[in-house]
């Protein structure tokens, strides 16, 4: 759910400021109405992603480590042990480029946060929408 909302959000500011990610707190687009018809048809894709990614993986036939955007948010220092470690390099200092896009609060960053919340409540997506992290 996040995951899709952040590529609406990178579309946004895509558009306002050319760019996909963003660099700078002062272009971080204000909270939007999402449209339900987009957010479907992006999470369909969001999830053919992922297949496809997995599949692509898995045929490389090569040692893989399984990571998580959530595991990132919680312990950020955890894990990139995990991938120094997997990698079999010497752990350095890692600073990103890029801001968060979406709050991982959706209620922070979605005007229309209860309706789509309601479109989703019988479906395994609900728990998303009130799962805050940081």
Known sequence: MKAAISTINAKRLHEASGTWNLLKESDRPPPTVIDPEELDRLLRLR????????????RLNLPKLALTYEELLLDENA???????????????VRPRTLKNTSDNLREAVVNFDELRARYAHTRYAPMFDEVLI
Do not use: H, I, T
């Not at 999830?47 to 898995?58: H, M, V």
């Open 47 to 58: 999830e053919q992603w992922d297949r496809d990614l997995e599949a692509y993986a898995a």
């Open 79 to 93: 894990f990139l042990q995990r991938v120094f470690n997997f990698l079999e390099v010497r752990p350095g200092p």
